[in-house]
């Protein structure tokens, strides 16, 4: 196999704005390592019913409060206010598999996408038009999406992630603060947790970490890899990147502190556009 990559399942949910929050650190491993990480996205599916949450006492009230804690603790743009009603998140799970299965060179934006019109926008991730954005934004045939979704084999792909999420191994068990439990007393992952293999060698990585785990982890898996230095200055990142930042993405990207890499994007020029707590950077 290629000595110099390393293949990479994380566990997530569109929906969930611990996930949303991890986009800084998945950045700055896509800025340091490039083609050397493969990617596969897994889906966790947190709730598969809009009466999963309700039934764990957990209230509409209950979740905007944790994603203003969530968004002042990690700097992602998150509009945290109260939803009009609970959500199954299994069905943005379930078109994020659909792209993986039918347009894998596109799962990457549109789950992307997914996620900013989910948590910065506010947009219910079990309706159509939800999708139907996210599709559009990222290249993706609505109607495409709505027939990869539907086919059986998505479901069935589905059901295996949300399985293996279920089953997690002996490293991750080992961290159960990590991890989180069903209803039915069932040890799942947490959003996002990464599971990072290099041959026979494999390290795990369960429930939101800082990059810095994740570099030691590459490292410790292929020490032939050599990182990209961080970047030299705030338009370098956003023309590298593929779509607008977050003022944290920019700050994980140049290793600046958040204030410092809003007012270097501010006298760089740089388009701002709000969104939920903080808003997005373009040239």
Known sequence: ????????????????????????????????????????????????????????????????????????????????QIGTRHVATVVACRAVVAVRRMRPELVDAFLRHLRVVVMGLRRLPDEPETLREAAERSGVDPADLTAWTDDPGTADELADDMAAARAPDAPSLALPERLAQTPDGVWRLTCPSYVMSHGDDRLSAPGFQPARVYEVMVANLAPGIVPRPDAADVTEVLRWAPYPLATQEVAALTGMPREAARSALEGAGARYVAAGSDGFWEL
């Open 1 to 80: 196999m290629d000595d110099n990559r390393i293949f990479v399942e994380a566990f997530g949910d569109p929906a969930c704005p611990y996930d949303w929050s991890a986009e800084p650190a998945r950045l700055r491993l896509r800025w340091r390592y490039g083609d050397a990480l493969t990617w596969h996205h897994r889906m966790v599916g947190l709730s598969s019913t809009t009466e999963d949450y309700p039934a764990r006492g957990i209230t509409l009230a209950d979740l905007a409060t944790s994603r203003v804690g969530i968004a002042q603790a990690y700097g992602m743009p998150i509009d945290a």
